[in-house]
């Protein structure tokens, strides 16, 4: 199926491994224009130069100076921003009993800040052309908050309510607002995880690897491609009448509709 997104410019955060890598990559396929961003400049370059039509932007949106910087340098490379995908990196494990206010404070900074930021910059322009696509890479978290992953459900939380409510907002001027929501996909956060998690438990990472694919349907963990891909259908053309939706891509774990 040909997306329709050919020739127009992709922003993709967090671009230099794992989803957003998957995303970027699944983007270019389209022949989308895509800009690669990420705070390892080696890494955003080797992948643009693999990609159609790339180039890359590197920066950490943890900067405050990064989201503008990131949207001009984009603009000035290819032009306006029709495609913006949203990413950062997760917070560490822990907890929500172990929180506190700076807990709080850093998971809004990390997860919710510099998207709002990035969203700000591009949306205006998008709204005057009528045509826009915004998608976050999210979290299952969102639709069933994740044991021992407490920052990360609350930071993701936020921007789950932010971008819903900028949906109906935005949705008769063309321009769509989604997330997607990973499971148990083969990334190398995950692999820092099952890491985290034998070493709390005495066990093996094979041992508790194997054991969160036996409680997928699936009966496997999902391949970053496999998440990219449904990243840039909510990017296409005919996605135009898809908007405030969580698109839950995990194999069926999550046990709701």
Request: charged fraction near 20%.
């Amino acid at each position: 199926m040909d997306l329709g997104i050919q020739g127009r410019v992709a922003l993709v955060c967090a671009a230099t491994s794992g989803l957003g890598e998957a995303s970027a990559r699944a983007l270019g396929a389209e022949r989308a224009r895509v800009v690669i961003g990420g705070r390892r400049a080696e890494l955003a370059a080797g992948i643009a130069a693999e990609l159609p039509e790339a180039a890359a932007a590197p920066g950490d949106l943890l900067d405050p100076a990064v989201p503008r910087r990131l949207v001009a340098t984009a603009e000035e490379m290819f032009g306006p921003i029709d495609i913006l995908v949203l990413n950062g990196p997760g917070p560490a494990p822990g907890t929500a009993a172990a929180m506190d206010g700076a807990a709080i404070t850093a998971a809004v900074d990390s997860l919710l800040r510099p998207q709002q930021e990035l969203v700000s910059l591009v949306l205006p322009g998008m709204r005057e052309r009528g045509w826009g696509r915004i998608v976050a890479i999210g979290s299952s978290g969102v639709a069933a908050p994740l044991p021992n992953l407490a920052s990360s459900n609350v930071g993701r939380w936020a921007l789950a309510a932010y971008l819903k409510t900028l949906a109906t907002e935005v949705a008769a001027d063309g321009v769509t607002v989604n997330m997607v929501l990973p499971g148990r996909i083969a990334t190398d956060r995950m692999a820092r995880l099952d890491a985290a998690r034998a070493e709390r438990e005495g066990r093996t990472v094979a041992e508790v690897s194997a054991e969160s694919a036996a409680a997928i349907p699936a009966r496997r963990h999902g391949h970053p491609s496999e998440f990219g891909a449904a990243v840039a259908f909510l990017c296409s053309a005919q996605a135009s009448y898809i908007t405030g939706v969580a698109l839950r891509v995990d194999g069926g774990l999550v046990n709701t509709l």
